[in-house]
């Protein structure tokens, strides 16, 4: 390999792992538990308590039962059980899938730019791994089951576009499979994408990919198989393709799909925390993020056009699969998105958009970068100009994040000593009073909620003391503040149950 090569696989893998120590730093500061990761959570201790896969709840006559977990395959849950037997903390358990689930990703993607080696323009990855590496990537700040589903199926690309370039084979077929069934085990939305990594296979091995679209299939489906059957293990539920089956359409929730182009680029967060202080500015931003969304699309969209009529075979079956995964994940969320009514408390498919579309979001960036290099000079200017402004403009909230976390936000986030505290003493109260049955947690704060439910107790939000009166739980834990400011547990637990 010439020195000059060398020097610049050094460099990018120098940026590599700079994004990889970045993602892991921002995970452990600023990471907390959101709804998802607390009941996948939640329904991972309940495997370890032999309950399936379930979380309490307090149904309409007050009393605490399992309810299962539909809304998630149980992938997550498993590996979070796994870890917690060995590393005990929940907070060290959930954070060691985010880094490994780091690494994986990043791995991948580095294999991709290795797989295509001469064919793609050496600045865009440049381009590619210092955005990453610098401002943000597409896993920044990125839910821990929906960062592990994107690494799996960005590592079965991964395998599929190195087959691409090789000799197929049974071996490596099962590897891709089982990576992108991995990915399909974890969220529900990349069960329609498992197929994608067998597109550079077949595009380039048409007479002899058989035996390994065979291989490849039989791997995927065995992780989906399981995940089917344990979401059913503690007792049938409906699922949201029942409520597609019965509900009308909601074409007016479309209307709420966010900017996804802002997202991205990562400059959403920012500016949207600036016009907090600054509330005119929020009238301006929206137009402002859909006219980014636009830019990426169509800009993007070209770069792609040309790399799928491209003569070099590697650069195409690379821009396949990012046409596809984008297609059919914008396919998938404007369904789930019209058929789907919003739930109880307002949230509808649309409001997580932005999340879902993450496995295009590589591809789109790789295109947006190829784009800046190839256009002409103006446009080539305003791509640049919006590419340096965005990087500026994230990089300087992310630093004002970490003066703030330092000077006096540390223990607003889970990773501050008192927050720790908290919620380990949550957590052990809680597996203590387990012993002896279902928990009842009554507290108005959400952190020590969050605690609660994952070490496996039913912790309503509004928990009064009617409801504790007529609660069927083997205990009730409640919470006091006192003066300083700390909380003090209390376990009461009931030798008989009032009848609901």
């Known amino acids: 390999m010439p020195p000059t090569d060398t020097r610049r696989r050094l460099r990018l893998g120098g940026l590599c792992l700079l994004a990889l120590v970045t993602h892991a730093c921002d995970a452990y500061l600023f990471l907390g538990f959101n709804y ?3 009941m996948q959570a939640s329904a991972g201790q309940a495997w370890l308590d032999q309950l399936g896969y379930s979380v309490a709840s307090v149904n309409s006559v007050g009393a605490v039962v399992r309810a299962p977990v539909v809304h998630w395959p149980p992938g997550y849950s498993l590996a979070y059980a796994m870890l917690l037997r060995v590393l005990v903390d929940p907070l060290r358990a959930t954070y060691a899938i985010d880094v490994v689930a780091a690494i ?7 294999r991709i730019f290795r797989a295509m080696r001469s064919s793609i323009d050496q600045r865009a990855e440049v381009v590619f791994w210092t955005y990453w590496a610098l401002v943000c990537s597409p896993i920044f700040r990125l839910p821990s089951s929906d960062l592990a589903s994107v690494a799996f199926f960005s590592a079965a690309i991964a395998v599929g576009l190195a087959t691409s370039r090789e000799a197929v084979g049974v071996w490596r077929g099962l590897l891709g499979g089982t990576l992108a069934g991995v990915a399909s085990a974890v969220r529900f939305a990349y069960w329609p994408l498992a197929w994608i990594p067998l597109v550079p296979v077949m595009i380039e091995h048409r007479r002899h990919a058989w035996r390994h679209a065979t291989a490849y299939a039989v791997a995927a489906i065995v992780p989906i198989a399981w995940a089917i059957v344990n979401v059913g293990s503690a007792g049938p539920a409906d699922h949201v393709s029942s409520e597609m089956v019965r509900s009308t359409l909601h074409w007016h929730q479309l209307s709420q799909w966010p900017p996804f182009g802002a997202t991205l680029l990562g400059i959403d967060a920012a500016l949207l925390r600036l016009a ?18 636009a830019i990426v699309l169509v800009f993007g969209g070209q770069a792609a056009w040309r790399a799928i009529r491209s003569p070099e075979a590697p650069v195409r079956a690379f821009a396949v699969c990012g046409g596809l995964t984008a297609a059919v994940t914008f396919a998938l969320l404007a369904a789930l998105t019209v058929r789907v009514p919003a739930f109880d408390d307002g949230w509808t498919y649309a409001t997580s958009a932005a999340r879902y579309f993450v496995p295009t979001y590589p591809f789109l960036f790789l ?8 256009s002409q000079r103006t446009m080539a200017l305003i791509l640049a100009t919006l590419l340096a402004a965005s990087g500026l403009t994230v990089a300087a909230y992310r630093s004002g994040e970490l003066v703030m976390y330092f000077r006096k936000n540390a223990n607003a986030h889970m990773s501050g000593s008192q927050a720790r505290r908290e919620f380990h003493a949550v957590f052990e109260t809680v597996r203590q009073a387990r012993a002896v049955g279902e928990v009842l947690y009554c507290d108005t704060n959400f952190v020590r909620q969050a605690a609660a439910i994952i070490a496996g107790a039913a ?20 919470v006091d503040v006192t003066a300083d ?12 149950f009032p009848k609901p």
């Open 367 to 374: 295109a947006l970068a190829e784009a800046t290099l190839r």
């Open 104 to 110: 994986v990703f990043l791995v991948s993607w580095w």
């Open 36 to 38: 998802d990761k607390v």
């Open 459 to 478: 912790a309503p939000r509004r928990c009064d003391a009617q409801m504790i009166g007529r609660a069927t739980a083997a205990s009730v834990v409640t």
């Open 276 to 293: 907090v202080s600054v509330p005119p500015l929020r009238i301006l931003l929206q137009p402002a993020f859909w006219a980014v969304t």
């Open 485 to 496: 400011g700390r909380p003090r547990f209390r376990t009461i637990e009931r030798r008989s």
